[in-house]
């Protein structure tokens, strides 16, 4: 069984509309979360990460942790066209070695022009 | 910006044969991996290194192997590659809690 899993599997939005990703972890032992992002082609690049309780916003981005339900998550409001990409949700903590990356299975977000 | 390098992009070969793929990280960072990423886009974790120690995940084939000659460098041989090696191989370092990832090397096995 994945130690984190994402949902849903893939989005649409139109342009200008709200995405929201979700992440559930299965191990308490996860403290640290990021949210990745993958265009075709390239390489995930870290978007931003979240360790406490609550919300953590970066421009248009907005992730949300809630460690009692193990449960992240990401929105993203004015969704570009330039959104559309591949997000991973990763976690780390005691259980996953050295910091290591425990990656979910990624969601496929495409914004409609 | 780039600062985790892999060569080739890409490299198509056949059943059998022995591929190297490079990475190197100019971040001065302490810990390398290797990722491969499958058709289904799931990234899963092969190598880590650092300081000279290394972790295997226990599911990646003998077949394959990490090669490093200083920090900053951590390449990955196949030796004799079967279809299902088939997959982006990423590369990827990091210094405290965050990872940086390269581009990628797209292996195809014919």
């Known amino acids: 069984q994945q130690k984190v899993q994402q949902s849903p599997e893939s989005l649409s939005v139109p342009e200008g509309g709200m995405a929201s990703l979700n992440c559930t972890s299965s191990d308490r032992n996860f403290q640290y979360f990021w949210w990745y992002r993958q265009h075709s082609g390239e390489g995930p690049k870290a978007l931003m990460s979240i360790f406490s309780d609550g919300d953590k916003k970066e421009g248009r981005f907005t992730a949300h942790l809630n460690k009692a339900s193990l449960h992240v998550s990401l929105h993203i409001r004015d969704s570009q066209p330039s959104d559309s990409a591949l997000y991973f949700c990763a976690a780390s903590g005691l259980s996953s070695g050295s910091w290591q990356l425990i990656f979910g299975s990624g969601t496929q977000l495409t914004v409609m022009p | 910006e780039t600062a985790v390098f892999q060569t080739p992009n890409y490299h198509v070969t056949q059943v059998g044969n022995e591929v190297s793929f490079n990475c190197k990280q100019t971040?001065?960072?302490?810990?390398m991996y290797w990722y491969k990423q499958d058709s289904k886009k799931l990234l899963k974790i092969m190598f880590s290194y650092n300081n000279k120690q290394l972790i295997v995940n226990e599911t990646v084939p003998r077949r394959f192997s990490p090669q490093s000659s200083d920090k900053a460098h951590l390449n990955l041989r196949i030796k004799s590659v079967e279809p299902e090696d088939s997959a982006v191989y990423l590369c990827?370092?990091?210094?405290?809690?965050?990872?940086?990832f390269g581009p990628g090397t797209r292996l195809t096995v014919l």
């Open positions: 971040l001065g960072h302490d810990t």
């Open positions: 990827a370092s990091r210094q405290g809690r965050e990872q940086y």
